[in-house]
C-alpha cells in the first residue's frame, strides 16, 4: 500500500552516504560528535565531514564545503547556524541530495516571525528542487540495522535491530526511547524525530512505517499536528496492518 513512500524514504533510513555540516575537528561539537557516533556504530557507507575551517576529524579529512565533495551526496546533517541554512539548501541542491535533517534551532519553535518566515523560506527551495527536510529542531533518524545511531551520540549507542519503529517530535523523548528501550529489551527496526515537521511530518513516516517490511508495530509521540485530518487518515488505514501507540504529549498544565 505504501511501496513509493518506502522508496521516497530510503535515504532517511539506509543512506549509500552522509555527510555531516558541522563537523569540526573540536569533538565537544555536536556535528563533530555525529561524526565519531557514527563511526563507533560501524556505518558502512561514505561519510563525510564537513566545515569552513578544514582539519581532520576520526580520521577523516574535514571537506570545506559540500560542493567540495565527488560525486553526489544521499543524506545531509546539518548543524549550522540558522542563518547558514538556505545557504546550506542551495549546496544541498547542486550535490543532489535526497534529505537534509536539521539539527539546527531557533525557528517557528521560538515564537518569533524571524523564524517562522525563515522556515517557509527553506520549505519553497527545498520543495522546488524536490529535496526533502527532516526537522528543523531534531535529531534525525535511527536504523540499528545500517549501524546509524539516534542523534550525536559518539559513543554510537544502538541497540539491537528489531521490528518496532518510532516517531517522535521531541528529540528529548526519542533519546529516552533508545535508551529505556535498549535497556528493556524493546528492539527497534527504525525511528525518527521530527522536530518542527516542516516538510516530512508525522503522517509520512507513520505511512512508511505501514509499508516497510522490517517494521511490525509503530509507537508515536506527538505533541501537535499541521494537519490533523491527513494524521487521522494516515493512522486509520496503518492500524488496519500494523499496531499503532500514541502517546499524546500536553495534556495537563504540568
Not at 7 to 28: C, K, M, N, Q, Y
Not at 196 to 221: K, R
Not at 242 to 254: D, F, L
Request: hydrophobic share 40%.
Amino acid at each position: 500500500m505504501y511501496e513509493d513512500r518506502v522508496s521516497e524514504l530510503r535515504p532517511v533510513f539506509h543512506p549509500h552516504s552522509i555527510a555531516v555540516v558541522g563537523a569540526t575537528a573540536d569533538v565537544r561539537k555536536s556535528g563533530s560528535r555525529w561524526i565519531l557516533g557514527l563511526q563507533a556504530a560501524g556505518y558502512r557507507g561514505a561519510l563525510y565531514p564537513v566545515s569552513t575551517h578544514g582539519g581532520t576529524i576520526g580520521g577523516l579529512d574535514i571537506r570545506r564545503s559540500l560542493d567540495s565533495i565527488p560525486g553526489d551526496v544521499e543524506h545531509v546533517i546539518a548543524s549550522v547556524p540558522a542563518a547558514s541554512v538556505l545557504q546550506l539548501l542551495d549546496e544541498c541542491i547542486r550535490k543532489h541530495a535526497r534529505v537534509v535533517m536539521f539539527f539546527t534551532a531557533g525557528f517557528a519553535e521560538t515564537g518569533s516571525q524571524q523564524g517562522a518566515a525563515l522556515e517557509r523560506a527553506m520549505l519553497e527551495k527545498a520543495r522546488a528542487a524536490g529535496l526533502r527536510i527532516i526537522g528543523p529542531n531534531c535529531i534525525g533518524s535511527y536504523c540499528p540495522a545500517e549501524r546509524i545511531p539516534l542523534g550525536p551520540s559518539s559513543p554510537g549507542r544502538l541497540g539491537m535491530p528489531g521490528g518496532t519503529g518510532f516517531i517522535s517530535q521531541s528529540g528529548g523523548i526519542a533519546a529516552k526511547l533508545v535508551e529505556n528501550g535498549i535497556a528493556r529489551r524493546i528492539h527497534f527496526s527504525k525511528g525518527v524525530s521530527v522536530g518542527n515537521s516542516i516538510d516530512l511530518d508525522a503522517a509520512d513516516f507513520l505511512e512508511y512505517f505501514g509499508g516497510d517490511a522490517g517494521t511490525n508495530s509503530v509507537g508515536l509521540y506527538l505533541e501537535g499536528t499541521r494537519n490533523g485530518r491527513r494524521l487521522f487518515g494516515a493512522l486509520r488505514d496503518v492500524c488496519r496492518v500494523k499496531p499503532v501507540v500514541v502517546w499524546k504529549g500536553g495534556r495537563t498544565a504540568a
